[in-house]
Structure formats: C-alpha cells, structure tokens
C-alpha cells in the first residue's frame, strides 16, 4: 500500500507514527509530562497531579500500542508485496532456464546437423582448417 492510496486520515495518523520515534519526539514527551509536575507549583494538589499524569501515561501507552500496531501492519503489506514480488521473480527464473535449456538443445541438435552435413560432404568449412567456425568459438 503506498502512500497515495491511504486516506487523509491515514497518512495523518502515518505521520504521527514516523514522528513518534524521532528525537525530537522524545524532547517534547519529555517536556511535557515533566511539565505536569509543574501544575503542584500553581497550587494543584499532589492527587491531582499524580491522577493528571497517570492519566496522561495511561493514554500515551494506548496510543503508542496502537501506533506499533499500524507501523507492523504497514510493514506485513509491504513484506506481503515484496515476497509476491519475489515469487514473480523465482518464477519469470524458472521459465527464463528452461528457455535457455531448450535453446542449449537445439544448438546441440544444430551442430549434430552440420556435423553430419560436412561428414558427408554438403558443408565445407569456410576457414579453412577444417573446423566449423562455431565450434572453435566455444573451444
């Protein structure tokens, strides 16, 4: 699935999980649940702060879950394809060396054909040596 074919909320949600695991990211997570300790300064109560930043914890692992979650989905589509890919691959192999086996043969057969023309005298060697030119290409 590429980028194209996802959905503005998709590729939203995309984003954020590329973001997710940036340095930056950790600087600003860092910085704001830090903050919240902050809240016992403007007079908040040490119950509320601790209930505001367990509160906070407990959504940023659900979301950070469900983050992981697309990142392995995205990433069993694109393995997906890749194997298909591969399987195409092995399989264009297979023929393309039973081409070439095919071909081997019929090059074998094609030299049986010219040695039996020149034994009996309807091909004669052009250079002269008395080999046909084909085969001291592939001495």
């Given at each position: 699935m590429t980028t194209r074919s996802l959905t503005p909320?998709?590729?939203?949600?995309?984003?954020?999980?590329?973001?997710?695991?940036?340095?930056?990211?950790?600087?600003?997570?860092?910085?704001?649940?830090?903050?919240?300790?902050?809240?016992?300064?403007?007079?908040?109560?040490?119950?509320?702060v601790l209930a505001v930043l367990t509160t906070t914890v407990a959504l940023e692992v659900i979301y950070l879950a469900i983050f992981i979650q697309l990142s392995i989905n995205k990433s069993a589509r694109t393995l997906e394809k890749m194997e298909e890919e591969v399987a195409a691959i092995r399989e264009d192999e297979?023929?393309?060396h039973t081409i070439l086996i095919h071909l081997g043969h019929q090059m074998k057969a094609i030299q049986q054909d010219l040695d039996i023309l020149k034994k009996n005298g309807f091909l004669k060697s052009s250079n002269g040596n008395g080999k046909h030119p084909i085969r001291r290409a592939h001495a």
């Open positions: 909320v998709g590729k939203f949600f995309l984003k954020i999980t590329e973001w997710v695991g940036t340095p930056i990211s950790a600087i600003i997570h860092t910085l704001l649940f830090g903050g919240i300790f902050l809240l016992k300064l403007v007079g908040f109560s040490t119950e509320f297979v023929k393309t």
